[in-house]
């Protein structure tokens, strides 16, 4: 497969599927190779209270080669049955692979059914920006009855067989089934509740591509509430302990939204949500496609607007390759920064300043990172956003959001690298001297200047 790499000319022409390009160098052992995950549909039933799930997973798969035997990544769990196709498959564990032989080979560019049974006591993994802390862990989590998936970079193979690498990008159904009066929250719309009896099934569907790592489960007793973004629906789902002042803060999405979609173009969804997890032992919010995660107490503007930003820069437009996460921090930081000071240019200025200071007093390396422990640093966050902030100060106001406009448009639903930022830069301001601006911020130890604004820029 060859990797994608937008070239200015081509950039506007890029919006054709790209392949998936198996493993990321720093999470080498999750991912596979062979075949392209066009859906997943994940039928779970969830005990709450014994925290187990008996699941069907069925995929649609493309094959990228000819497909005899192939791997999936699955942790814990018992599989009883794997078909490709309705046949029967052999099928065997090796460490968190499930090794499936199709009973027939799936010819290069054909499309095949892959459905797996499994169930059990999903067990999280170790989280691998956070090697040997046993604290940090990802994938299914349990809390008082309430389980809930993360699984930011990794993790979705504690819940359902997955291609858990961040390019192959697929739409999902969910179909959660629950004793009443459960409810069960995933990513996108709920599109159907099915009565069984003392059950119910929650289908919840997210057609638009998703990552793995972007695909959430809740079950919980939670109280919806409602906003709008013009014609879209911004929901909360919030646990009973969730302070009603708090809902109130989440559903200030909505009017960020309003906000936003002037300044980076149209929200990518169907809908925005925000659920909300009671455990402790969750110190972060998540931007889970659609339908964003956040931790107890956790409704500051700032972590809405961020959570919120996400999905477009993160989400829709997602990173090929974790050391390039910046492409979503970054512009989270940004936004984050402007939202408070959006009236107040002056105050903008005066926290990016703020930030750079930080950044010099850290002696912050470059944006795009080494290493998996330093995904989450503040290389990603703070010189990430200082980088757009950089080129804002270049370019000025009206070409910055240009950039991020044709950013989040030409790119939208795929998968991308830093290079294809700089390009877009470079193509939309029409403007040589960016890309030696970018590559400094982005890719050389010292910290630039603080970026004055170029005269005539505003
Ligand atoms: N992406 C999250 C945010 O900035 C942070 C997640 C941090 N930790 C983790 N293990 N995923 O909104
Ligand atoms: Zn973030």
């Known amino acids: 497969m060859t990797r994608h790499h937008a070239s200015a000319a081509l950039v506007g022409a890029v919006l054709a599927a790209t392949p998936a390009l198996a493993n990321d160098e720093f999470f080498p052992t ?49 599989v009883s049955s794997v078909k490709v196709d309705g046949v029967a498959a052999k099928f065997s564990r090796d460490a968190d692979k499930l090794k499936v032989a199709s009973p027939f080979p799936v010819r290069k560019g054909n499309t095949a059914r892959v459905e797996v049974r499994y169930g059990g006591t999903p067990t999280p993994i170790q989280d691998p920006t956070a090697p040997g802390d046993p604290d940090y862990v990802l994938g299914w989590m349990h809390y008082k009855s309430a389980p809930y998936a993360l699984s930011e970079p990794v993790g979705a193979s504690t819940f359902y067989p997955a291609n858990d690498e961040p390019t192959d990008r697929a739409a999902f159904r969910f179909r959660i089934t629950v004793d009443e009066p459960f409810t069960a929250v995933a990513n996108g719309d709920l599109v159907d509740v099915i009565d069984r009896g003392a059950r119910r099934t929650f289908v919840w569907s997210m057609p638009q591509p998703m990552t793995t790592w972007l695909a959430t489960v809740h079950v919980n007793k939670f109280k919806l509430s409602t906003a709008m973004a013009g014609r879209r629906p911004v929901r909360v789902y919030a646990t009973a302990a969730t302070k009603p002042a708090d809902v109130k803060g989440y559903l200030k999405a909505a009017a960020m939204i309003t906000w936003l979609e002037p300044l980076v173009g149209p929200y990518p969804y169907a809908s925005y949500g925000s659920v909300t997890v009671d455990d402790p032992a969750l110190y972060y919010a998540l931007e889970t496609q659609a339908m964003s995660t956040f931790p107890t107490g956790a409704a500051d503007e700032s972590i809405v607007v961020h959570e919120l930003a996400h999905q477009w820069f993160g989400d829709s437009v997602s990173v090929q390759e974790w050391r390039d996460l910046w492409l979503a921090e970054g512009f989270a930081t940004y936004i984050e920064t402007l939202w408070p000071n959006r009236n107040d240019p002056a105050a903008f200025d005066a926290a990016m300043a703020g930030l750079y200071d930080y950044a010099k007093q850290k002696a912050l390396g470059p944006a795009v990172v080494d290493g998996p422990e330093e995904i989450f640093s503040n290389r990603t966050y703070v010189r990430g956003g200082l980088t757009l902030y950089a080129l804002r100060q270049k370019v000025g106001d009206k070409v910055f959001f240009q950039i991020l406009k044709s950013w989040a448009s030409w790119f939208r639903g795929q998968a991308v690298d830093t290079q294809d930022f700089i390009d877009t830069a470079v193509l939309v301001s029409g403007d040589q001297s960016v890309r030696p601006l970018l590559d400094a911020w982005l890719y050389q130890k010292p910290l630039p200047d603080f970026p004055a604004a170029a005269s005539g820029a505003a």
């Open 30 to 78: 999750f991912g596979n190779t062979g075949y392209d995950v066009q859906s997943y549909d994940i039928a779970l039933d969830v005990d709450p209270a014994k925290n187990t799930i008996a699941g069907v997973a069925t995929l649609t798969v493309v094959a990228e080669r000819q497909l005899g035997v192939f791997t999936l990544d699955l942790a814990g769990l018992t």
